[in-house]
Antibody, heavy 122, light 107 residues
Framework: QVQLQESGPGLVKPSQTLSLTCTVS??????????WSWIRQPAGKGLEWIGR???????NYNPSLKSRVTISVDTSKNQFSLKLSSVTAADTAVYYC??????????????WGQGTLVTVSS | SYELTQPPSVSVSPGQTARITCSGD??????AYWYQQKSGQAPVLVIY???KRPSGIPERFSGSSSGTMATLTISGAQVEDEADYYC??????????FGGGTKLTVL
């Protein structure tokens, strides 16, 4: 069973770039059936899908965040990363990384990291 | 943008059947998935592809889909099932969306 662990700063200043890394263990990030995704959840609110990346580097992003999001992958380290630019207080949330299993034309998160709280504040 | 609509809350007594619905225009052609999120924890997949149950998920959890509505059913709900439940799906363009979540109270 794959395990995922988020890491990165817990505090980011407004207008700066949020950067998080997800380390995958118990399986290869190069596995053909998997995408790797980021999902966030503001306190007391619902889940918001940010985007996903395939091992080849192909990405899909939430249209509402696309202009500010970059997801990248480092297969040598079995890691993938999130960068969110020009952050505001509205980007304060728990950020989860997840593996997305793809089958029959659909992909869905199956395993999740524990989540990491990122606060945007000066 | 595509939306999945869930009731904000559902309440049942222990042993009763809880049904949580998820409405979306693309559901006739797209699978629904369901996640359970207990307080302070990461979400856990409880139903995939409308009605399939991952290993380790109790048999009391089941899913169905008809037309524009998917339903998560918990037969004989237990106190430990109290959690937020989210549906997940995509629209015809591939846009990914979660429902707004349903708080299940079992008391």
């Amino acid at each position: 069973q794959v395990q995922l662990q988020e890491s990165g700063p817990g505090l980011v200043k407004p207008s700066q770039t949020l950067s998080l890394t997800c380390t995958v263990s118990g399986g290869s990030i190069s596995s053909g059936s998997y995408y790797w995704s980021w999902i966030r959840q503001p306190a007391g609110k619902g889940l918001e899908w940010i985007g996903r990346i395939y091992t080849s580097g192909s990405t899909n992003y939430n249209p509402s965040l696309k202009s500010r999001v970059t997801i990248s992958v480092d297969t040598s380290k079995n890691q993938f990363s999130l960068k969110l630019s020009s952050v505001t207080a509205a980007d304060t949330a728990v950020y989860y990384c997840a593996s997305e299993y793809c089958s029959g034309g659909s992909c869905y998160p199956d395993y999740w990291g524990q989540g990491t709280l990122v606060t945007v504040s000066s | 943008s595509y939306e999945l609509t869930q009731p904000p809350s559902v309440s049942v007594s222990p042993g009763q059947t809880a049904r949580i619905t998820c409405s979306g225009d693309a559901l006739p052609k797209k699978y629904a998935y369901w996640y359970q999120q207990k307080s302070g924890q990461a979400p856990v997949l409880v139903i995939y592809e409308d009605s399939k149950r991952p290993s380790g998920i109790p048999e009391r959890f089941s899913g169905s889909s008809s037309g524009t509505m998917a339903t998560l059913t918990i037969s004989g709900a237990q106190v430990e099932d109290e959690a937020d439940y989210y549906c997940y799906s995509t629209d015809s363009s591939g846009a990914v969306v979660f429902g707004g979540g349903t708080k299940l109270t079992v008391l």
